[in-house]
């Protein structure tokens, strides 16, 4: 329809065209301008304003299209264009940024860096085409940038992290198709050609612009503008996927998926806009797409890498709480159960420690798989870190159902597992909470299910324990033991007792762990694993720890009067290790109470001295210059490497007594024992076993070249006197 001018003469052909390339330019959201045959700017619409910051007004009617973009006057591509030497000159202006389009003839695209626009500058992708009359001959050029900035940045941080998808794929030139009022296509350019699989051929003149999209006939986003409708139609078909443009007045963008795409499903984000006659109706729309399938995918790999382990595949901690949360809902609802595993793999650590982290980690990745499978569908496994996992089960029918899932993940786990052609065989301890009879909240069963896992191990680990509220007992124990802390020292309460540590080929009495006895007034004999961690805790560990070191000493000069060559071992906990005045402790309490033939010995954990192995290396050397030998206990349970061991002057590491206790049982631990052993020969470090008590462990040990040893098997610890009667006997 010829539209009236202001005086009531119609517009001819030609005016009406130029107002529709108006309208379209100035209605699309991709940035756009327009120079003539002599390089004037004849449109420059609020997009190109947005991502320049150069006003319309500035530069229409110029030849300054350069200026927004470059300090010096030089020609962008739309120049190159009119003037038909972009050939020949790509090189000299675009050297290596610039290409042929492969979707709109003549055209040219290309990627820049601006510095100079706000924000720490902008990455532009610009596509220039020309504009010829209907003899062919060039009048113009047209051309669209879109910012690009985000996607570079997106690229860059993922080339950064290596678990990242590879760069985010390159724009291209914008994918566009126009309608009139009567809803039929007008326009479908080469780019929309090129990203729907429909010809402009196929296309034009046409009512089919649902057919690429959808399935059966609806109105597309453009339908929607076309008949102005309110924004409750709009969401009835794009509910939840859409928004008013910002640039557009009228103007409508979503995201949404299309899985009945030509060449496969994609996800698009499309804008449409009105395009209005003279006297303001809505004559036609535009719409824009832009294929985002790649930005949503990496955002789907992001999420699932939110919720999910990178080594195992399984659920993490936040997603594990996440579903526990909903199932204890859901179980409130229906008045079922839930059931919560925690489990623990048994001497994972031994693992890492003599076979490297690669092998740790293939028996982390064989284990989850296996107890993945050992599960019913719809529970949830996770990995909550290192070697811990937790299983969710979701309504088991009773709590012989759960002991039957447990006992399954028992035996299959515990199969052997072949890494490097070594065989190994590692077991796991399973603690266990039922909700709503171990507690509400997610917290409360977490927190039971790990005690009782705790509890599992202390009966000798492969094995699993239900939650009872014995163990809260036990909580209750715990503060009882806190406050009575606080003055045992004071009241004389506490009592070193020794065990011998004996010569394996000459059973001679060669030295002696001192270990810290408790006799309380109501509740006995109480050992440190029940009172040392609260002291730790509660900081009382340090006075307990000062009183130790001297009584050692003491009691060692005493057994050492006569010549006798003796070394006494205390254990040194993380706080006393990182007290400041540890060195000077030890270093005054061997002037008082040492001899020439007492070798005082600090036994400390792989855990202690890993927490900031720069801090603990000096405190070790500091130690060594006042002539105190240094142990590794529990070796093989903590954190450290071989390259970690070797900074440090250790003189002698113990054999945890969980190896020897193992031995013979079919759980591999004749390996573990075999290698602990060559480890400290190859670092010219001595060797002790603890936890001996059988002759069939001391003669394995003997065999693979052990030389000393502790354990029942020669005397459990005893008070000072009787020691003194122990040495005395010693031959």
Same mark, same amino acid.
């Given at each position: 329809?010829?539209?009236?001018?202001?005086?009531?003469?119609?517009?001819?052909?030609?005016?009406?065209?130029?107002?529709?390339?108006?309208?379209?330019?100035?209605?699309?959201?991709?940035?756009?301008?327009?120079?003539?045959?002599?390089?004037?700017?004849?449109?420059?619409?609020?997009?190109?304003?947005?991502?320049?910051?150069?006003?319309?007004?500035?530069?229409? $009617?110029?030849?300054?299209?350069?200026?927004?973009?470059?300090?010096?006057?030089?020609?962008? %591509?739309?120049?190159?264009?009119?003037?038909?030497?972009?050939?020949?000159?790509?090189?000299?202006?675009?050297?290596?940024?610039?290409?042929?389009?492969?979707?709109?003839?003549?055209?040219?695209?290309?990627?820049?860096?601006?510095?100079?626009?706000?924000?720490?500058?902008?990455?532009?992708?610009?596509?220039?085409?020309?504009?010829?009359?209907?003899?062919?001959?060039?009048?113009?050029?047209?051309?669209?940038?879109?910012?690009?900035?985000?996607?570079?940045?997106?690229?860059?941080?993922?080339?950064?992290?290596?678990?990242?998808?590879?760069?985010?794929?390159?724009?291209?030139?914008?994918?566009?198709?126009?309608?009139?009022?009567?809803?039929?296509? !007008?326009?479908?350019?080469?780019?929309?050609?090129?990203?729907?699989?429909?010809?402009?051929?196929?296309?034009?003149?046409?009512?089919?612009?649902?057919?690429?999209?959808?399935?059966?006939?609806?109105?597309? %986003?453009?339908?929607?503008?076309?008949?102005?409708?309110?924004?409750?139609?709009?969401?009835?078909?794009?509910?939840?996927?859409?928004?008013?443009?910002?640039?557009?007045? $009228?103007?409508?963008?979503?995201?949404?998926?299309?899985?009945?795409?030509?060449?496969?499903?994609?996800?698009?984000?499309? !804008?449409?806009?009105?395009?209005?006659?003279?006297?303001?109706?809505?004559?036609?729309?535009?719409?824009?797409?832009?294929?985002?399938?790649?930005?949503?995918?990496?955002?789907?790999?992001?999420?699932?890498?939110?919720?999910?382990?990178?080594?195992?595949?399984?659920?993490?901690?936040?997603?594990?709480?996440?579903?526990?949360?909903?199932?204890?809902?859901?179980?409130?609802?229906?008045?079922?159960?839930?059931?919560?595993?925690?489990?623990?793999?048994?001497?994972?650590?031994?693992?890492?420690?003599?076979?490297?982290?690669?092998?740790?980690?293939?028996?982390?990745?064989?284990?989850?798989?296996?107890?993945?499978?050992?599960?019913?569908?719809?529970?949830?496994?996770?990995?909550?870190?290192?070697?811990?996992?937790?299983?969710?089960?979701?309504?088991?029918?009773?709590?012989?159902?759960?002991?039957?899932?447990?006992?399954?993940?028992?035996?299959?786990?515990?199969?052997?597992?072949?890494?490097?052609?070594?065989?190994?065989?590692?077991?796991?301890?399973?603690?266990?909470?039922?909700?709503?009879?171990?507690?509400?909240?997610?917290?409360?069963?977490?927190?039971? &299910?790990?005690?009782? %896992?705790?509890?599992?191990?202390?009966?000798?680990?492969?094995?699993?324990?239900?939650?009872?509220?014995?163990?809260?007992?036990?909580?209750?124990?715990? %503060?009882?033991?806190?406050?009575?802390?606080?003055?045992?020292?004071?009241?004389?309460?506490?009592?070193?007792?020794?065990?011998?540590?004996?010569?394996?080929?000459?059973?001679?009495?060669?030295?002696?762990?001192?270990?810290?006895?408790?006799?309380?007034?109501?509740?006995?004999?109480?050992?440190?694993?029940?009172?040392?961690?609260?002291?730790?805790?509660?900081?009382?560990?340090?006075?307990?720890?000062?009183?130790?070191?001297?009584?050692?000493?003491?009691?060692?000069?005493?057994?050492?009067?006569?010549?006798?060559?003796?070394?006494?071992?205390?254990?040194?906990?993380?706080?006393?290790?990182?007290?400041?005045?540890?060195?000077?402790?030890?270093? &005054?309490?061997?002037?008082?109470?040492?001899?020439?033939?007492?070798?005082?010995?600090?036994?400390? !954990?792989?855990?202690?001295? =890993?927490?900031?192995?720069?801090?603990?290396?000096?405190?070790?050397?500091?130690?060594?210059?006042?002539?105190?030998?240094?142990?590794?206990?529990?070796?093989?349970?903590?954190?450290?490497?071989?390259?970690?061991?070797?900074?440090?002057?250790?003189? =002698?590491?113990?054999?945890?007594?969980?190896?020897?206790?193992?031995?013979?049982?079919?759980?591999?631990?004749?390996?573990?024992?075999?290698?602990?052993?060559?480890?400290?020969?190859?670092?010219?470090? &001595?060797?002790?076993?603890?936890?001996?008590?059988?002759?069939?462990?001391?003669?394995?040990?003997?065999?693979? $070249?052990?030389?000393?040893?502790?354990?029942?098997?020669?005397?459990?610890?005893?008070?000072?006197?009787?020691?003194?009667?122990?040495?005395?006997?010693?031959?």
């Amino acid at each position: 329809m010829i539209q009236p001018h202001g005086d009531g003469v119609p517009l001819s052909v030609p005016e009406q065209s130029d107002d529709w390339v108006h309208q379209i330019v100035h209605g699309t959201p991709v940035p756009t301008f327009v120079i003539d045959a002599n390089h004037r700017v004849t449109h420059w619409n609020p997009a190109c304003e947005a991502v320049t910051g150069c006003p319309a007004s500035a530069v229409i $009617g110029t030849d300054r299209s350069w200026a927004p973009f470059y300090a010096k006057q030089r020609p962008v %591509m739309a120049d190159l264009i009119v003037d038909g030497i972009l050939a020949e000159q790509v090189d000299t202006y675009y050297g290596g940024k610039c290409r042929r389009s492969v979707t709109v003839p003549g055209a040219w695209e290309a990627e820049d860096f601006f510095a100079h626009f706000p924000g720490g500058g902008k990455w532009l992708s610009f596509t220039a085409a020309p504009l010829t009359d209907c003899d062919g001959t060039v009048v113009g050029a047209i051309e669209t940038l879109r910012d690009i900035t985000a996607e570079k940045r997106a690229a860059q941080a993922l080339r950064e992290s290596e678990h990242r998808l590879a760069a985010i794929v390159e724009g291209s030139p914008v994918p566009m198709f126009v309608i009139d009022e009567d809803h039929k296509v !007008t326009h479908w350019n080469k780019a929309c050609e090129a990203i729907i699989g429909l010809s402009k051929e196929q296309m034009v003149g046409t009512s089919d612009q649902w057919r690429p999209f959808y399935p059966e006939a609806r109105p597309v %986003m453009a339908d929607l503008v076309v008949a102005s409708d309110t924004e409750s139609k709009v969401a009835t078909h794009y509910d939840g996927k859409y928004k008013p443009s910002e640039l557009i007045d $009228g103007a409508w963008e979503a995201i949404d998926h299309f899985p009945y795409c030509r060449g496969g499903a994609r996800w698009l984000y499309f !804008t449409a806009a009105p395009l209005r006659g003279l006297d303001g109706r809505v004559v036609g729309a535009v719409e824009t797409l832009q294929d985002i399938s790649a930005q949503k995918n990496y955002e789907r790999q992001l999420e699932h890498q939110a919720t999910h382990d990178s080594l195992t595949g399984l659920a993490n901690r936040f997603l594990f709480e996440d579903r526990l949360t909903q199932a204890l809902a859901q179980s409130r609802r229906t008045e079922t159960l839930i059931g919560l595993l925690f489990i623990d793999l048994d001497h994972f650590k031994v693992i890492n420690d003599t076979l490297g982290h690669a092998a740790g980690d293939k028996v982390v990745q064989t284990t989850a798989q296996r107890i993945a499978k050992a599960v019913r569908a719809g529970d949830t496994v996770a990995r909550l870190g290192g070697d811990e996992f937790a299983i969710l089960l979701v309504a088991p029918e009773s709590e012989n159902v759960v002991a039957d899932i447990i006992g399954r993940l028992i035996v299959d786990v515990s199969a052997p597992i072949e890494v490097d052609g070594q065989e190994l065989v590692v077991g796991c301890s399973i603690g266990a909470a039922l909700s709503p009879r171990d507690g509400t909240s997610g917290q409360d069963l977490l927190m039971h &299910a790990d005690a009782a %896992m705790y509890r599992a191990k202390e009966s000798g680990r492969s094995t699993f324990q239900f939650f009872t509220r014995e163990m809260n007992d036990q909580a209750c124990e715990r %503060m009882t033991v806190e406050r009575d802390l606080r003055r045992a020292l004071e009241n004389d309460e506490f009592e070193l007792f020794f065990q011998p540590q004996v010569n394996l080929f000459t059973d001679t009495i060669i030295g002696a762990e001192g270990l810290l006895r408790w006799h309380h007034p109501t509740l006995g004999m109480v050992s440190p694993d029940r009172f040392i961690p609260v002291a730790e805790e509660t900081g009382l560990v340090l006075p307990l720890g000062r009183w130790v070191i001297d009584q050692a000493c003491r009691l060692g000069r005493d057994w050492t009067a006569d010549g006798r060559r003796l070394r006494i071992s205390v254990n040194l906990s993380a706080r006393q290790f990182h007290d400041p005045g540890l060195v000077r402790q030890v270093q &005054a309490a061997m002037a008082r109470w040492g001899t020439d033939s007492l070798a005082f010995d600090l036994e400390l !954990t792989e855990s202690t001295v =890993m927490k900031d192995t720069a801090a603990a290396a000096a405190i070790l050397s500091r130690l060594k210059d006042q002539g105190v030998r240094l142990s590794m206990d529990d070796f093989g349970t903590g954190y450290s490497s071989l390259g970690q061991l070797r900074a440090f002057p250790f003189d =002698m590491i113990k054999i945890d007594r969980s190896f020897i206790m193992d031995l013979h049982s079919g759980h591999g631990a004749e390996a573990v024992v075999r290698a602990i052993i060559g480890l400290a020969e190859s670092l010219n470090l &001595a060797v002790i076993a603890e936890g001996v008590e059988t002759e069939r462990q001391r003669d394995f040990l003997r065999a693979e $070249g052990c030389i000393e040893a502790q354990g029942f098997l020669y005397s459990k610890a005893v008070p000072a006197a009787e020691f003194g009667r122990l040495l005395n006997r010693s031959p």
